[in-house]
């Protein structure tokens, strides 16, 4: 059964930053890219960042020079490390694996003064 459990959002004052994780369960994790989107309320999920099972790296213009995504094989853990948040970045962030999988609960990171 494949589960992915994200966590370390929160409440930050702009300018902040967060470390989000993302575990998952049920699958070969090493050999997949791995991805995080986000859901702004009212708005439909976006891809924000991903990484391939080699460590290729991309990520959504809007986070460009801002977001880091790595990954630890070793741990089935995928991180999205946010530096310099706006409030624009407010949102509930998933992961999911490419292809898709089920999603998680997501975390939600709330970016206000």
């Known amino acids: 059964q494949v589960q992915l459990e994200e966590s370390g959002g929160g409440l930050v004052q702009p300018g902040g930053s967060l470390r989000l994780s993302c575990t998952a369960s049920g699958i070969i994790f090493r050999i997949y890219r791995m991805d995080w989107y986000r859901q702004a309320p009212g708005k439909q999920r976006e891809l924000v960042a991903s990484i391939t099972g080699g460590g290729s790296t991309n990520y959504a213009d809007s986070v460009k020079g801002r977001f880091t995504i790595s990954r630890a094989n070793a741990k089935n853990t995928v991180y999205l490390q946010m530096n310099n948040l706006k409030p624009e970045d407010t949102a509930v962030y998933y992961c999911?694996?490419?292809?898709?999988?089920?999603w998680g609960q997501g975390t939600q990171v709330t970016v206000s003064s």
């Open positions: 999911n694996r490419y292809p898709a999988v089920p």
